[in-house]
């Protein structure tokens, strides 16, 4: 019998350490990958399920964790509506399936085999689990529509009721629709011939002249072609220069402004504001100004219905997914609250 050379036998156990090593360390990684997480009665869900749809987002380490128990809950409860589907006899036929696959295939991957087989590989999943999943879906949306109720379901005192105890998630900002004169430096004048030249403009205003002429006959706004006309309402916080800001809310609704100097700002790639270092001088009118408050019931009418009817086919459906519950075995392993 050949006997290994001291320093060989050293190489030898060396590599058959590291072999026994990678091969616990998969070991461990298989048995996590198996690891039961939640059962529902025969079925369960694996922590390789979890990390399977986990991966497919971009999230840290820690939001991983957090969003865990959320991915958990919604599993079991897909499961729960599926077994009561079958337990009612009810199937869905295999050719409305493949319809809908076929659908979704031209929906999503513009019919391109090739991105869907791509899909497939990342998901870590065959085209009959894909299958499995549209009919699961198919189940899930038609058990939920019976919890669907329309908007004339809801009664206009429970709208009233809903609209004058959240009156705060109605309210608009005073916003205000301005025109502008800008006066800016073309070759190098200073700031006092700007001045001058807006104090002018501002006696014309002043005898009647109209804001929406001078604006388009002077000046260097961007907006001079449109008589400088901002062309919206805009909030105070809408608006970039705080000065601008200022001076436009601070008019009532037709008034116009005396001639101010402004330091111009631009907003940068990383989307804060820098001062430029040019200044310019501005009248601003306030063609029309909306006055912060409530919106009136009429106008949100249709908003809180939808709401409120949206608000209790969620109750519905939790009131019915609790009783499936009830009726079912579900179990969680190991999992931190």
């Known amino acids: 019998m050949n006997k290994i050379p001291p320093r060989g036998f050293l190489q030898w156990a060396c590599i058959a350490l590291l072999g026994m090593a990678a091969n616990s360390a998969q070991a461990e990684k298989l048995v996590e990958i198996n690891r039961v997480v939640a059962q529902v009665d ?3 869900i694996t922590q390789g ?12 380490d820690q939001e991983k964790k957090d969003r865990a128990r959320e991915f958990i809950e919604n599993k079991i409860e897909n499961m729960l509506v599926v077994r009561e589907f079958r337990s009612e006899g009810r199937f869905i036929p295999d050719s409305y399936v493949e319809s809908e696959f076929n659908k979704r295939l031209i929906r999503d991957f513009d019919n391109n085999r090739v991105l869907f087989r791509d899909f497939l590989k990342r998901k870590a999943q065959t085209q009959l689990d894909f299958r499995d999943d549209i009919e699961r879906d198919i189940i899930i949306g038609a058990m939920y529509a019976k919890f669907r109720r329309g908007q ?24 205000v629709r301005p025109r502008e004169i800008k006066l ?3 070759a190098g004048e200073p700031r006092d011939v700007l001045v001058q030249q807006a104090d002018d ?14 604006a388009t006959e002077n000046g260097q706004s961007p907006l001079k072609s449109l008589g400088g006309d901002w062309g919206a309402l805009v909030a105070k916080k809408e608006i970039a220069n705080q000065a ?27 989307g804060n ?13 306030a063609d029309v100004k909306q006055a912060s408050g409530v919106k009136p019931l009429n106008e949100v009418r249709n908003e809180v219905e939808k709401r409120l009817a949206q ?3 969620r109750l519905a459906r939790a009131r019915w997914v609790a009783r499936l519950r009830r009726k079912a075995y579900v179990k969680y392993f190991n999992l931190e609250d």
Not at 250 to 263: A, C, I, M, R, Y
């Open 42 to 44: 025969d079925n369960v």
């Open 49 to 60: 399920e979890l990390d399977r749809v986990l991966d497919l987002l971009k999230l840290s």
């Open 273 to 285: 504001l820098r001062k430029t270092g040019k200044v310019s001088v501005y009248i601003l009118k």
């Open 152 to 175: 004339a379901d809801v009664s206009p005192d429970r709208v009233e009721e809903f609209y004058n105890e959240n009156k705060a998630m109605f309210t608009v900002d005073a916003k």
């Open 244 to 270: 601008l800001a200022e001076v436009a809310f601070s008019l009532n609704q037709g008034e116009f402004s005396k001639p101010f100097v402004v330091e111009e700002v631009r907003r940068d790639t990383d």
């Open 201 to 214: 403009l501002h006696e014309k205003l002043k005898k009647g002249a109209s804001f929406e002429k001078l």
């Open 184 to 186: 800016s430096p073309v």
């Open 311 to 313: 608000e209790e086919d």
